[in-house]
């Protein structure tokens, strides 16, 4: 695996010079390499991935410390957080490969017509090809490897772009994992707007990409161009329900692990709460309780609370504690780009923390009369990338996930749901496009190519389908290929 630096000033200024974009993309030859060797089938055999899975597998565990610093001087994200999230996470997804990938790879032998049982008919799993896989700077190294653990395990060569916004992250990504992977097959781009720009004018077989829906059109757009499949992990505003009916304190807990998790940076975390004014004024002292518990009387000074990742991103959150009345927190610190775990109650749904993803440690209460309010609520909004709901009867819990839709859904906790590699993960309409975690990943970079390989000889049967045609050969026909409903009586 190599690493390719952004180019040159003179380099990148004479590709886009006014030539109308004739002149050579930079990157234009790091993608040709790559797909000389993903065409000489490099990548193909099973013990080339399990190799390079492994290699992958002693990364993460020679640069466990490493990654750990990475992540504490990019946004000071705990050791406990980052061994999680960014280790743990990736290293279950990892052995769920290892553990799996000879049963993945395999033909899948399938259903056969009468006219075809002599055949064989079956799903090779082709990898695509020459995949680019762009990461986001909330989870680093989380959200850049588990794609490449299924993009590798399918059998591609891949370029992965980490964000710019993490330095050390990217400098780690950069300069150590090109060491353990195979880099004739695998580079890391470094760039930021511009040079991103420049590399998505390539044409790549796959395309996946993690960050803002406005980032992902511009991706989207980009890959339309040539045709580009793509997987699209966004985001959104994540509702949560909470009943009148759940033990409060529990849910003040889960609620207020997930939503400042990574200082609330997180694209899963409940953005916004749906109760009663009954149910607030329970929650609002519980959720208090538990900020205290969990980072102390100043969570400043607590080790476990993360930090805004940019100088931009922190004006942009703190300007959003305009909105509604700060009923917990509310402090902010500019140097340290500090935000305090915060709750905001009497929100409008036309104020502005409620017109973008907060991606920061805000919570927001709305009331609401009844579930069926909540629900209209959610249902007259853009489709989420998750639906929370908090409640003592598994009815009403159910009736949330049956008349909302959105990427995932969860009942009674945050973000857990997203451990699980058996799993499905991405988002629906703005949220997000395609899916992937455990075999999913897999399937995402991979061709599910129909084929049928028939007998050479039986040449009369074949006959019953040439010209000329007659009612008698349609008859015969539509007896050995016709699909019939279970308990149909079919007569020759």
Partial sequence: MEHTGQPMDGEAGTAAGDDGGMSENPYAGLVSRLREAWLSRRTRSLEYRMAQLEALGRFLEEKKEDILEATALDMRKPPFEAEFSEVLLCKNELNEALNNLPRWMKDKHVDKNLATQLDSAFI???????????????????????????????????????????KNSEKLMEEVLPKYLDKDCFAVVTAGVEETTRLL?????????????????????????HLTPVT??????????????????????????????????????????????????????????????????????????ARIVGDK???????????????IGGQTDEKERYVAPTVLVDVKP??????????????????????DEAVDFINSRERPLVVYAFSSDSEEVNQVLERTSSGGFCGNDTLMHVTLTSLPFGGIGSSGLGMYHGQFTFDTFTHHRGCLQR?????????????PYSTHKMGLVRTATSIKRRGECLLL
């Fill in 201 to 225: 004018e390539n044409k790549f077989d796959y395309i996946f990409f993690t960050g803002s829906p406005s980032v992902g059109r511009i991706v989207m757009s980009a890959a339309a161009k």
């Fill in 124 to 166: 090779r799993k082709d990898p695509y090809g020459v995949v680019l896989i762009i990461g986001p700077w909330n989870y680093p190294i989380y959200l850049l490897l588990v794609p490449l653990i299924g993009a590798i395990a399918a059998g591609n060569c891949v370029i992965i772009k980490p964000s710019e916004l993490t």
């Fill in 313 to 327: 991103q922190f004006q942009r959150v703190r300007a959003l504690l305009s909105s509604g009345r700060v009923a």
């Fill in 232 to 305: 699209l992990e966004l985001g959104g505003k994540n509702p949560c329900y909470v009943s009148d009916t759940c033990d409060v304190q529990n849910v003040a807990r889960r609620l207020a692990w997930g939503r400042f998790f990574n200082a609330g940076q997180t694209c899963v975390a409940p953005d916004y709460v749906l109760c009663s004014v009954e149910m607030q004024e329970r929650l609002v002292p519980a959720l208090r309780e538990a900020i205290t518990e969990f980072y102390g009387p100043e969570p400043r000074n607590s080790p476990d609370f």
């Fill in 455 to 467: 007998a050479t000889g039986l040449e009369p049967i074949n006959t019953l389908r040439y010209p």
């Fill in 350 to 371: 036309s104020d502005p923390a409620m017109q973008e993803e907060i991606f920061g440690p805000l919570l927001l209460i709305i009331t609401v009369a009844n579930m």
